[in-house]
């Protein structure tokens, strides 16, 4: 709808209004010439009596059908541009949310990501750091039983010199 068709339907409005007003403030006539007067006709002789109104308005003034419908599509129409301005306004503001949130998505999954690649190292040093303590536990227990042999070959060693130093003196 352009902006001249409502303007156009404003001023019949408010000439309506103005004949409403005036009607108003004449004196009463009868009941018929009131109703003659706000009703259209297609009749000759009614519409040259509408044109020659004690009032003096023009008989197009009196389709109130036609003035009502162009006020009420200008009213529709601005109702529905504030509409769709505010709709349009909340439309821009959720998207700034969502764009928030999908960039806070975004973190997120990074986050989670690297989350994810640090928890995989830790456990991966958690099994190396299990696998020393196994690899020392058995160099421990190595150990332990080389220092049993040593002793045991050394006491087997002392027990042959004494055996020898014997042979060597009963010889």
Do not use: C
Not at 82 to 93: D, E, I, N
Not at 131 to 143: D, I, S, T, Y
């Amino acid at each position: 709808m352009s902006g001249s068709k409502g303007d156009e339907a404003l001023a019949e409005y408010k000439k309506a209004l103005e004949v409403m007003s005036a009607r108003k403030a004449a004196p009463k006539s009868s009941k018929r010439q009131a109703v003659a007067a706000a009703a259209p006709s297609s009749s000759k002789k009614k519409s040259k009596a509408l044109g020659s109104s004690p009032i003096g308005f023009p008989s197009a003034i009196y389709d109130w059908a036609t003035v009502l419908t162009n006020l009420n599509a200008k009213v529709r129409f601005r109702v529905l541009i504030r509409a769709y301005a505010l709709v349009a306004s909340q439309l821009y503001h959720l998207g700034e949310r969502m764009e928030g949130a999908a960039s806070t998505k975004v973190e997120m999954d990074t986050l989670a990501s690297q989350l994810r690649e640090e928890k995989d190292a830790s456990l991966a040093k958690d099994k190396e750091i299990k696998a020393l303590r196994l690899k020392v536990r058995n160099q421990e227990e190595a150990g332990e039983l080389a220092a049993t042999e040593n002793v045991s070959l050394r006491s087997q060693l002392k027990n042959r010199e004494e055996e020898l130093n014997d042979l060597k003196d009963a010889a």
